[in-house]
């Protein structure tokens, strides 16, 4: 067998060499897709979640608007009882007699506004009454 010349050595040594850094340069690349890939549906991924949370947030703002909601109506129910069961009584009306009164008072001309002031309620209980005395008579 023939002996190599050393410059040989070196050129076989270069492209071996060369042969290792494209295996690797293409699994490096292969590598980097993949990642890319995974990166891509990551972000897709975490998009979805963040609509979700977004719907989900926007749900329990609107039960926590709606509970506070309603204790405020449970609150003002509390606070005005005592004060229509105390008109009521002082007043020596029942509640039909109440309705009459009211009917009474719409039949004269009296408005709504005036007879919130009578009544000392608001426009709006006033013009419920009003309503409701049209529908118990």
Do not use: C, W
């Amino acid at each position: 067998m023939d002996k190599l010349h050393p410059a040989h050595y070196a050129t076989i040594s270069l492209a071996v060499v060369t042969v290792l850094l494209l295996v690797l340069l293409f699994l490096l690349k292969k590598k980097t897709t993949l990642l890319s890939q995974q990166l891509v549906q990551l972000t897709t991924m975490l998009e979805i979640t963040r609509k979700r949370l977004a719907r989900l947030q926007e749900k329990h703002d609107k039960i926590v608007a709606f509970q506070n909601s309603l204790k405020t109506a449970e609150l003002t129910t509390m606070l005005q009882k005592p004060r229509l069961n105390a008109q009521s009584t002082a007043s020596g009306h029942t509640l039909s007699g109440k309705y009459s009164r009211i009917k009474s008072l719409a039949e004269k001309g009296l408005s709504v506004d005036e007879i919130a002031a009578i009544l000392g309620v608001s426009t709006h209980e006033a013009r419920q009454l009003v309503n409701l005395s049209k529908l118990a008579q």
